[in-house]
């Protein structure tokens, strides 16, 4: 049974095991970016550390499966991952034309990116149906700084004013979540809660932590050197590559007015692009680099000549229906 209120020995504990606000941010660290991304890893790395940005195939390997299938690919032999890669490749290829379009293989995708926040929200819902209220949640993860004395505040002011912070966020994230309006989250819309990003009708939400986070000196627009700093988390040196790179995305794609600063549909365009379909995209990026013949779409051959390219070094499969043994 869950408490709400708890002793101040508490505090620490409880407040690292928030469904959301994990744990105090570190400015130096950057933001958590909104942005729909089908990896936790950057598409392009400096991995030499010679300026130059190169094609980072852990990208493909999380987008292709999900991050924890990607993981148990690492498990397999070379010759149960090929058994298992050949499998997936079937699967994509729905009108069993013995091809894989441009089409088949965004909507797997699309898939893959459900499947994996749906995974995360089945992790989190147990703990969170319990305290499914706005007021019962605020409660659970923020009630413990009731009991935090006016020293503990003064002497911890700059996490307290961050937890406040949160929990201001997350009264609004849990309201514009709330879609039905009776006061409580169901799973569906714990899922937007927990994942913003992934909803048009939270898009407001994730604009504003947007521009709350990135807006250092706070006079609500987003200039090159907060983009560049807190976004990417690079310098701004001249001589660096990735700089070069985004100041001229900046410049002449994401300030749209010319006005040198990102205000808030500039900003809109850039984390939640309306005209961008990252799937499709990244649908397009490995048919171009495993079509081998040129002709716009793959062969469940050419998906295993490129290997490498869709799964990790030793591989898996993508869900649980591909993944056990007795459904081989």
Do not use: C
């Not at 999380?62 to 924890?68: Q, R």
């Not at 690492?74 to 090929?82: A, G």
């Not at 013995?98 to 459900?114: D, R």
């Not at 290997?307 to 591909?322: C, E, H, K, P």
């Amino acid at each position: 049974m869950l408490k709400l209120v708890y002793p101040l020995i508490l505090v620490i504990s409880l407040l690292v095991i928030s469904v959301y606000p994990a744990k105090i941010p570190n400015e130096d660290e950057g933001r958590v970016h909104h942005d729909h991304k089908l990896s936790d890893q950057d598409h392009y790395v400096d991995t030499n550390n010679d300026k130059k940005m190169e094609h980072n195939v852990d990208y493909d390997h999380d987008a292709f499966l999900g991050k924890e299938e990607a993981e148990k690919f690492k498990t397999l032999s070379p010759e149960e991952s090929k058994e298992r890669l050949g499998i997936i490749a079937v699967k994509i290829d729905k009108d069993l034309d013995g091809f894989i379009t441009e089409g088949e293989l965004s909507e797997w995708l699309k898939s893959v990116t459900k499947a994996n926040i749906m995974r995360d929200v089945d992790k989190k819902w147990t703990d969170f149906s319990k305290v499914n209220t706005l007021d019962d949640y605020l409660k659970h993860y923020y009630g413990a700084l009731d009991y935090w004395s006016d020293e503990e505040k003064e002497k911890r002011k700059d996490d307290y004013k961050v937890y406040l912070k949160l929990m201001e966020r997350d009264k609004k994230k849990f309201k514009a979540a709330d879609l039905d309006s009776d006061g409580r989250l169901n799973k569906l819309e714990f899922a937007d809660f927990l994942h913003p990003e992934e909803s048009i009708h939270m898009r407001e939400i994730v604009i504003n932590e947007t521009i709350e986070d990135v807006d250092r000196n706070n006079d609500g627009v987003i200039d090159l050197n907060e983009y560049l700093g807190d976004i990417y988390r690079i310098k701004t040196g001249e001589d660096d590559e990735l700089a070069k790179t985004e100041r001229d995305n900046f410049q002449n794609y994401r300030d749209k007015n010319g006005d040198n600063v990102l205000d808030r549909e500039e900003v809109a365009a850039w984390i939640m692009p309306t005209d961008y379909d990252h799937t499709l995209n990244e649908a397009k990026h490995l048919i171009f680099e495993a079509d081998d013949n040129k002709d716009g779409k793959l062969t469940k051959e050419e998906v295993l000549n490129n290997f490498n390219l869709f799964v990790s070094s030793r591989a898996t499969s993508y869900g649980q229906d591909i993944y056990e043994k007795e459904d081989l």
